[in-house]
């Protein structure tokens, strides 16, 4: 059996300080689901992180019987936006445009997820199913740093990294205008004040 440790491999990306910093992230493959609405009472955000999941794990142990070969399930990660980026605000969060996804390893290929999606599928039934989709995403060069708190709190270390790019010559890059964050632990089993968050914005030079 192959092992895997992405966690270690791609531990740049996924495990930033809580001072902000400058990453070069590489092109990844990521399932994926696009969505509207606030987080936290939309129906439909809960599904679609629930099938993600569904999925990823159907996935992994897909591979893991046909190819011996075991990775982790990546975090789950989310991009966020409005249609005006200047009217993106925690006061107007049904507003909020989002896609949520976990990323990959690169030997996955879109006809071994198209089946994961099918078993997945009649396992347990699945509304976003047929939304998910799998594709390679380019953030590039981009500033992060680590917040550990609920999400509530984010703003204040949103602001540090926001003042840390104009800082050093950067704006956000117009092609990606969206508000990046991966989630290093589960809510479910972790006091919010202990919440691990990273936090990132994809830049270029001003």
């Known amino acids: 059996m192959q092992k895997l440790d992405l966690k270690k491999t791609l531990k740049p990306y996924y495990e930033a300080k809580p001072a902000p910093a400058f990453v070069n992230v590489p092109a ?3 399932l994926m689901i696009a969505g509207t ?3 936290n ?3 439909d955000y809960a599904e679609v992180v629930q099938t993600l999941y569904s999925v990823a794990y159907t ?3 897909k591979i893991k019987k046909e190819m011996a070969i075991d990775y982790p399930v990546m975090a789950l990660e989310g991009l966020w936006w409005a249609d005006e980026m200047h009217l993106f605000s925690a006061d107007k969060k049904d507003d909020w445009l989002w896609t949520m996804m976990i ?4 030997f996955i290929t879109p006809t071994l997820v198209e089946t994961a999606k099918t078993e997945a599928g009649k396992k347990k039934a699945l509304p976003a199913l047929p939304r998910l989709r799998f594709e390679t995403f380019t953030e590039g060069y981009a500033a992060q ?3 550990i708190g609920s999400y509530s709190a984010e703003a204040p270390n949103i602001q540090r990294l926001h003042d840390f790019i104009h800082a050093n010559g950067y704006t956000f890059d117009g092609k990606i205008q969206k508000h990046h964050e991966i989630y290093l632990s589960d809510p479910r089993k972790t006091a ?3 919440l ?3 936090i990132r914005q994809p830049v270029v030079k001003n």
């Open 28 to 30: 990844t493959n990521f």
């Open 37 to 39: 609405g606030n987080p």
């Open 41 to 43: 009472t939309s129906a």
């Open 59 to 61: 996935l992994k142990f």
């Open 103 to 106: 990323s990959t390893p690169d």
């Open 145 to 147: 740093l680590l917040h």
């Open 192 to 194: 919010s004040e202990k």
């Open 196 to 198: 691990k968050t990273v």
